[in-house]
């Protein structure tokens, strides 16, 4: 299968917690796993990527965990705050082809 | 810094109708992407260009053409419309693919309506 999945469509976290955002994925030759921002009415932006060799990246405030026999990978966001409200779209794929999922919306309650 | 620039912005065409959309970029990026995204799904790959002279289709190329006219345009077509087709087709670069170089920069998108 090809198919790229983020179960929950929207997640409401207190301002200062940590939003933790998942994607499930099909195709175990996928060697590329992103995720990226979209803000309304604005284009998507990558946020952070990680290759099938390492299981986990840090950058600031945010790390992405890849589980490969789970076919999950995560985005942790800590010390979330109100800017971080915005639909985070996870991509996996291999060879300049990519699947999406269907977006989480997140959203940072002050 | 660059900037991909999708035309036009909105798009409203009848059934039948060829239509076409054009994207160009100044980042100097080896390959560019067309995707598709409707309402509640993830973006879907209509057709890609590694580099220029070269063109692959994506899963969701039936009923789509593409050009890639020179290393900084690549344009798609619609073959014919569809009634009540409604989508924001978006067009992005990378570097390549690889190495680090697969960061998608996008376009602010191209809105079709189709009446």
């Known amino acids: 299968g090809q198919q790229v999945k983020q179960s929950s469509p929207s997640l409401t976290v207190q301002e200062g917690g940590i939003s933790i955002l998942n994607c499930d994925y099909e195709?175990?030759?996928?060697?590329?796993f992103a995720w990226y921002k979209k803000y309304p009415d604005n284009s998507p932006t990558l946020l952070i990527s990680v290759r099938s060799n390492v299981d986990k990246r840090e950058d600031g405030r945010l790390t992405v965990f890849l589980n490969k026999s789970g076919k999950h990978f995560s985005l942790h966001i800590t010390a979330s705050q109100p800017e971080d409200t915005a639909v985070y779209l996870c991509a996996a794929g291999a060879n300049y082809q990519l699947i999406w999922g269907s977006g989480t919306k997140l959203i940072i309650k002050p | 810094g660059g900037i991909i620039t999708q035309t036009p912005k909105f798009l409203i065409g009848q059934e039948g109708q060829k239509l076409t959309l054009k994207c160009q970029q100044n980042f100097n990026h080896d390959t560019m992407y067309w995707y598709r995204q409707d309402s509640g799904k993830g973006l879907r790959l209509i057709y890609y260009s590694i580099t220029e002279n070269d063109l692959q289709k994506g899963d969701l190329s039936e009923g789509y053409d593409a050009s890639r006219e020179k290393k900084s345009s690549f344009s798609l077509t619609v073959t014919s419309a569809q009634k009540n087709e409604m989508a924001v087709f978006l067009c992005a670069s990378s570097i390549r693919w690889g190495r680090g170089a697969e960061t998608l920069y996008f376009g602010s998108g191209t809105r079709l309506t189709v009446l």
């Open positions: 195709n175990d030759m996928f060697d590329y």
